[in-house]
């Protein structure tokens, strides 16, 4: 299992849409960032300290057929970039992830 963290905005267009480009930083960059379980909670407290209203998403890595590349990035860890639009068929659930004392509160075994 690999996550996406999406604003509200940005999963509901999802959810309507059933296709995204991703979040401006995405787009800006060509690909979908995605992160694996021991690399998202950095990833929310670098991207989006403080910020309220967010989703963690589920991505079954089969989903994402050859589009999936794992690159180097921060720290030289290999992350999971998505060369495709995210799809619904690539959310294996989502769920809110909630802000408590200005940390993002992550569900308990993610794997």
Known sequence: MIYKIFRTPEWDALRQDGSTAGAPID???GYVHLSTAA???ETAARH???VEGLWLIGVEEATCG???RWEASRG???FPHLYAP??????AWAQPLPLVDDVHQF???LS
């Open 27 to 29: 787009v800006a960059d």
């Open 39 to 41: 690399q998202v909670a």
């Open 48 to 50: 989006f300290a403080g």
């Open 66 to 68: 050859d589009a999936l």
């Open 76 to 78: 030289g860890d290999l």
């Open 86 to 91: 995210m799809t619904m068929e690539h959310v």
């Open 107 to 109: 569900p308990a075994g």
